[in-house]
């Protein structure tokens, strides 16, 4: 039996043969290595169509057991956690894995004095501290499914989170830090909660120490009731496919979709893709600076270092607070070993020089990692060379919320890499390039939409309480395929370039938003008739959004009425979604059917209006002239 700890070249090429040849036989191995109440009888049972995959099935397990108990032995004294503030003169917070293990008992005992219980959907809306890492494994712990709400997000948007999962229950802090500001996050839940009569309980983490409303019987303080919590706090039996948690992530159409992972494939997903993309080695401190919120935090600040024994650094503050050598200060102060981060946070440190990076050594870098969007050349090497002195492997990891971990990604120090590409599938991932007929390209220098076409044990299972959106949204349009929304390029050698998003998915800062979500919030605006919203290329954030907004009468401010926009999406959606240009139209571009041609609107937010195509087809073609006259 081997585990599949790929060291070399010849590894990888002997793996990835035999996770093809018999994947169920290369992953039973994998998953061998995990402590399980009861192995499986079935590795893997799976459908496309329908789809249903289940991975492990009849394997009992709890993965908190896997993240901790499972290390007490060999690694009790050993980091689990650094905790970094976002102001770099408060204490830093240290737990072992004993301490961390003690913690997720504690809380999960809080948790069930406070009611919750298996399968209850628990919604986590916390900034980044320790505590919102204890409370993710907390629910694990006692089987409640988390749905963890990126504590950006606006009060409307948590709310529809909530609903759409019926959650009982809210675990939240007093108020959060970022950067220079503070941000009263009990208010947003307090007001999402208008709308949200399944929740019964809210645990509120002091970590301002503001005083703040609490609605007796509903909401109690966690300091207070973790006095009265046990320090041991039994793992709940779960099945392999039971629910772990939901991540809601946006779509080209409708709301935001709830992404189901489950317990069993999810784990041995994140430990296997975690130890060999980043090779950690025993005593290495590994930083992924992403929130928790998104899934780059769920898979791997938390689970996949965690299951791995790994120490994971986890990081309160921004890349720019107080100036913006911050991350590499924190490097310095912490040893980090394993660094990993989005293009749009080394694109915004890029721009204030390389003074701020120059200042620290750096010297304890091994490896540097990239995820969230296509990183460009410039990005690249500026990384490369400044931050990782040419000596660290560059691992541009692709893979998305569905997947639960990496997908495309060289194997840091071991298999090639190539600057603004993602390279190889890791082994057990077999990626195809689609034509627009949904015929495989079999060639290399090539290009297509990428699919994945067999199943891996991180994969989405479902939407949650809507299996028909999975369907329709990742595998009706390419029959027997999981189509993946990316297009991508395949060189010569076989390595693949992740193109972006074909499908009206905007990524702004490795953030998804659908274009239909942020125009739905725009036309919430008392003043807008109609809107259409398009992404192009933003030096920091890669995309930008643009937005074309029909008025109901000529704004007297248009000034005035831009920034009536911009507090609307923020309120909709949240500030991260705000557009960042927003041209005021009298018509849009329609067709005779009256579809939208983004196409032309792209072309004009990207400023390239020289070779529109055609717009005979226009039922107004005159409006083009007026929008190209208008641009910004
Ligand atoms: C989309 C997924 C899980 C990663 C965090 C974002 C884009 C992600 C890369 C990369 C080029 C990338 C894709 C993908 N993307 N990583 N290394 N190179 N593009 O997760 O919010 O689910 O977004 O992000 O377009 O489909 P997400």
């Given at each position: 039996m081997t585990n599949y700890q790929i060291k070399t070249f010849e590894d990888y090429q002997e793996a990835y043969k035999a996770s093809v040849e018999d994947p169920a036989g290369f992953w039973a191995d994998i998953a061998g290595t995990f402590k399980w109440h009861k192995k499986w009888n079935t590795v893997l049972e799976w459908d496309f169509e329908k789809p249903d995959v289940k991975w492990f099935v009849g394997a009992k397990l709890n993965i908190t057991e896997n993240c901790l108990d499972r290390h007490?032995?060999?690694?009790?004294?050993?980091?689990?956690l650094i905790w970094e503030s976002n102001d770099p003169k408060e204490r830093f917070i240290r737990y072992t894995y004993r301490e961390l293990h003690e913690k997720v008992c504690q809380f999960a005992n809080v948790l069930k004095n406070n009611g919750a219980k298996k399968g209850d959907r628990i919604c986590i809306y916390m900034p980044m501290i320790p505590e919102l890492a204890i409370a993710v494994l907390a629910c694990a712990r006692i089987g409640a499914v988390h749905s963890v709400v990126f504590a950006g997000f606006s009060a409307a948007s948590m709310a529809d989170r909530i609903q759409d999962a019926d959650c009982s229950m809210v675990l939240t802090s007093d108020g959060l830090n970022r950067g220079a500001k503070q941000i009263p996050v009990k208010r947003v839940v307090d007001e999402a909660l208008?709308?949200?009569?399944?929740?019964?309980k809210v645990i509120v983490v002091e970590r301002l120490g503001w005083a703040v409303n609490m609605v007796e019987g509903r909401d109690v303080w966690y300091h207070e009731e973790v006095v009265n919590a046990a320090k041991e706090c039994p793992a709940e039996e779960m099945d392999a496919?039971?629910?772990l948690f939901i991540l809601y992530t946006s779509g080209s159409t409708g709301k935001p979709k709830g992404v189901v992972h489950t317990v069993g494939g999810y784990m041995v997903y994140s430990q296997y893709s975690f130890s060999n993309v980043f090779?950690?080695?025993?005593s290495d401190v590994f930083w992924c600076?992403?929130?928790?919120?998104w899934i780059t935090g769920h898979t791997y600040l938390l689970y996949g270092p965690l299951l791995n024994g790994t120490t994971t650094l986890m990081f309160?503050?921004?890349?720019?607070?107080?100036?913006?050598g911050r991350f590499w200060q924190v490097v310095d102060k912490f040893g980090v070993n394993i660094f990993y981060t989005a293009p749009t946070a080394i694109r915004s440190l890029m721009g204030a020089g390389e003074d701020h990076v120059l200042s620290?050594?750096?010297?304890?870098?091994?490896v540097l990692g990239s995820v969230g969007e296509p990183i460009n050349e410039e990005a690249w090497y500026w990384y490369y060379i400044h931050?990782?002195?040419?000596?660290c492997p560059l691992v541009d990891t692709w893979w998305q919320t569905e997947t639960g971990g990496i997908m495309?990604?060289?194997?840091?120090?071991v298999t090639p890499t190539k600057p603004s590409h993602a390279a190889f599938p890791l082994p057990g991932i077999q990626p195809v390039l689609l034509d627009s007929d949904g015929k495989?390209?079999?060639?290399?220098?090539v290009e297509g939409y990428l699919c994945m076409k067999f199943p891996w044990?991180?994969?989405?299972?479902?939407?949650y309480g809507d299996h028909e959106r999975c369907r329709l949204s990742y595998?009706?349009?390419?029959?027997g395929y999981y189509f993946t929304g990316d297009g991508a390029k395949r060189n010569k050698d076989g390595l693949y370039r992740i193109i972006g998003r074909v499908d009206d998915v905007i990524n702004v800062s490795g953030h998804r938003f659908g274009t239909a979500e942020i125009e739905e919030a725009i036309n919430h605006?008392?003043?807008?008739v109609e809107s259409a919203v398009v992404g192009y290329p933003h030096d920091v954030k890669g995309q930008g959004i643009y937005a074309f907004v029909i008025c109901n009468?000529?704004?007297?401010n248009v000034d005035h009425l831009r920034a009536e926009i911009v507090e609307t999406v923020a309120k909709k959606i949240?500030?991260?979604?705000?557009?960042d240009k927003i041209q005021i139209v009298s018509g849009l571009p329609k067709t005779?059917?009256?579809?939208?041609?983004r196409r032309i609107l792209r072309k004009v937010a990207e400023g390239d209006t020289s070779n529109l195509g055609d717009?005979?087809?226009?039922?107004?073609?005159?409006i083009v002239d007026e929008i190209v006259k208008g641009a910004l």
């Open positions: 007490l032995k060999t690694r009790g004294n050993k980091l689990a208008q709308t949200c009569p399944s929740v019964k496919e039971d629910i090779q950690p080695e025993e600076t992403a929130d928790i919120g309160e503050g921004i890349p720019t607070y107080p100036d913006a620290y050594s750096l010297d304890s870098l091994k931050v990782g002195k040419e000596e495309i990604s060289s194997l840091a120090g495989e390209i079999t060639d290399n220098e044990p991180g994969m989405i299972r479902t939407t595998f009706s349009t390419y029959k605006n008392k003043h807008v009468e000529p704004p007297r949240g500030k991260i979604a705000k557009p005779r059917s009256g579809k939208i041609m717009t005979a087809t226009l039922l107004d073609p005159d």
